[in-house]
């Protein structure tokens, strides 16, 4: 009962918000039994009315509108939108390959009440064997806490090996379901999500009691008990030894942001991926630091330069320097400072001292958007835009110090190479390439492959 009175609640003051946004006198300072009486009898066009205004408006509430129905439709509508959003040249898409990312957080947020990634892959699978459309191969989510789980027997009935359902997803393989045969395969990588509570190593250092959330992780019935960090490291180590072994690509987020508390968004930072690569158990893997940028600890003085080298990114320069023979990446996605003036003259002033002490850098570095957040952004282009964004990405990388050829390996060719894709690649490695597992995967539902040309 009190549960339902607070959502009663809640559910009051979101449509008082929303309809003061039409009235802005309405309700004001408080609802007054007759305003109370508008609110619950408003008839369905009257709401239809108003979700129309909220719309159509081009600020912060109706970007937000917009942003959140994003999640309600299809996801093949998803990639044809953005590929819309990259413009045209020729009468050609610009955008050669999109490689989304699916994120698996829910044991963190003790919710069972999700779409399983096994069945997101499903869906991703069949975007990836469309015979039109763009190209679309992404990141299968993968959770240590899952995998430490289901290795612990702390697992339902039905649930899958994460580590296999990883497998499915990436490597190409008839299987048998019911009295027909199913292909696997489609994906090229695989997405971890640190700030959620791991690090990407040396977990087993972390105390137990600052595994604080969820609530069940250090109970013996329904979460790991002791050692629970020993038990993440496991879990890691058996992805980062499978990637390592198969050429696959790993996207992690190196982001201060969104964890569910300070505490763990700090295990994103990038130091802890030092360690992984000084691990001789996993020779040649390849680690994309996504949402590089940002420069968090500098722009907040006015002398961002004084501090760059205090920064994430700074770790993540020193990463590229001293590994280059290996396939270490960063991108720079979800970048909202460069659609801002203020924020942007900063990070222009922080890149350009990275820059000028990495100058390597254009070799490491990556171009993304993290569309789906940074597209609810004020100033992030619309559609049929004379400037779309991979154009604003450009003049910032040109405004930093980078001549056209440094920037034309940031906005594709790098990504050829960590991807795997490009004919070196193929070369090198085969069928445990990238291109090797997208050649099979391409035959193996009759689709040409040809595209896969332009990386060579």
């Not at 396939?327 to 460069?338: G, H, P, R």
Request: aromatic share 12%.
């Amino acid at each position: 009962m009190p549960e339902g009175f607070a959502l009663e609640i809640a559910i009051e003051h979101v449509q008082l918000l929303l309809y003061q946004q039409l009235h802005e006198d309405f309700g004001k300072p408080d609802l007054t039994p007759e305003e109370r009486e508008v609110l619950r009898n408003l008839e369905p066009f009257q709401i239809d009315a108003i979700a129309d205004e909220l719309y159509s408006r081009d600020d912060l509430l109706g970007r937000y509108i917009h942003w959140t129905l994003l999640y309600t439709r299809y996801r093949y509508e998803l990639a044809e939108e953005l590929d819309q959003l990259h413009g045209r040249a020729e009468q050609k898409s610009r955008l050669v390959l999109m490689t989304p990312a699916i994120v698996d957080f829910s044991k963190w947020l003790e919710d069972d009440n999700h779409q399983r990634i096994e069945d997101q892959v499903e869906v991703m699978a069949r975007i990836a064997r469309r015979k039109e459309g763009p190209r679309v191969h992404g990141f299968v989510g993968f959770d240590p806490l899952r995998q430490a789980l289901y290795d612990h027997q702390q697992r339902k009935p039905g649930d899958k090996d994460p580590m296999a359902v990883v497998r499915g997803a990436i490597e190409v393989n008839q299987i048998s379901v019911g009295q027909s045969a199913k292909t696997t395969g489609g994906f090229i990588g695989v997405k971890l999500y640190p700030p959620m509570g791991f690090q990407a190593t040396d977990n087993k250092d972390v105390p137990d009691a600052r595994f604080s959330e969820p609530s069940y992780l250090r109970s013996a019935d329904g979460g790991l008990g002791s050692q629970i960090g020993r038990q993440l490291d496991a879990a890691l180590a058996k992805l980062y030894g499978w990637c390592s072994a198969n050429n696959v690509p790993v996207m992690v987020h190196t982001s201060h942001s969104f964890g569910p508390n300070a505490d763990y968004e700090e295990r994103a930072d990038p130091i802890f991926w030092v360690n992984v690569l000084k691990q001789n158990a996993f020779p040649g893997l390849r680690i994309n630091l996504a949402h590089f940028g940002h420069f968090n600890k500098a722009v907040r003085y006015n002398e961002p330069r004084n501090y760059v080298d205090k920064c994430w990114e700074w770790t993540i320069g020193k990463m590229i320097v001293s590994s280059s023979d290996s396939y270490v990446y960063a991108d720079i996605s979800s970048l909202v400072e460069i659609l801002k003036s203020g924020p942007s003259k900063k990070i222009v002033e922080c890149l350009r001292a990275f820059r000028e002490h990495f100058p390597d850098s254009d070799e490491r570095l990556l171009y993304g958007t993290d569309w789906s957040m940074i597209a609810q952004e004020e100033r992030f282009p619309k559609l049929l835009s004379s400037k779309p964004f991979p154009d604003l990405m450009t003049f910032f990388l040109r405004t930093v110090g980078y001549n056209d050829s440094q920037i034309e390996k940031i906005m594709f060719r790098n990504a050829a190479r960590f991807l795997g894709l490009s004919s070196d690649e193929w070369e090198k490695f085969g069928e445990s390439s990238t291109r090797g597992r997208l050649e099979k995967f391409y035959a193996a539902h009759d689709l040409p492959a040809d595209w896969m040309t332009v990386f060579d």
